[in-house]
């Protein structure tokens, strides 16, 4: 009996699947010059990691630099670019200094090391002041002991401090 042709030999009836030859299957490829001279480019990875699907597949650094300005062009925030491509933050940064930009400014350089400050300020007689007083820890005063002891019996039965009774200090 002879072999339809185009057909994998040795694989049961029913089993069978069309044979694409490996030798006709092209890969698409794109050569881009770089400072450091000519670099092949697969768009094929290029476009896994563009989309997010990029399991298990590595990207050479020109294949990840050229991905990140496709991103860029398409206004994805920096981090996200970060994680597909599968650099470093401060990679990405380097490659693109001028749009490598935090999207929040709190997360910027300049606010790093600043903590945030109350909009009010702490009194004494309040549950607010025992834990002030615990974190300096320092013996906390009658009037703040009796706002938090008012304030875990309210926890208790309510199963929330909101709305916890205060004791004038």
């Known amino acids: 009996m002879k072999r339809p042709p185009n057909r994998v030999g040795g694989v049961p009836v029913g089993r069978q699947r ?3 030859p490996v030798t006709t299957f092209a890969v698409p490829t794109v050569w881009m010059a770089t ?5 092949c480019i697969d768009l094929i990875a290029v476009e896994l990691a563009a989309n997010g699907v990029r399991k298990g597949w590595t990207l050479t650094r020109d ?4 991905t990140a300005s496709l991103l860029f062009g398409r206004d994805v925030p920096y981090s996200v ?3 597909r491509v599968g650099v470093s933050g401060a990679t990405l940064q380097s490659w693109f200094p001028e ?10 350089r ?3 090391g600043k903590r945030r400050r109350p909009t009010t300020p702490v009194k004494c007689g309040t549950r607010r002041g025992y834990r002030r007083h615990r974190r300096r820890q320092e013996p906390p ?21 909101v709305g916890a ?3 004038a200090a």
């Open 99 to 108: 749009q490598a930009v935090p999207a929040n400014q709190r997360l910027s």
């Open 165 to 167: 009774p205060e004791v």
């Open 63 to 66: 294949e990840a630099r050229y």
């Open 18 to 20: 069309d044979w694409i």
């Open 110 to 112: 300049d606010n790093s």
């Open 141 to 161: 005063c009658p009037p703040c002991t009796a706002a938090n002891t008012a304030a875990d019996q309210h926890y208790r039965i309510h199963g929330t401090y």
């Open 81 to 83: 670019i970060a994680h």
């Open 35 to 39: 400072p450091d001279g000519l670099a």
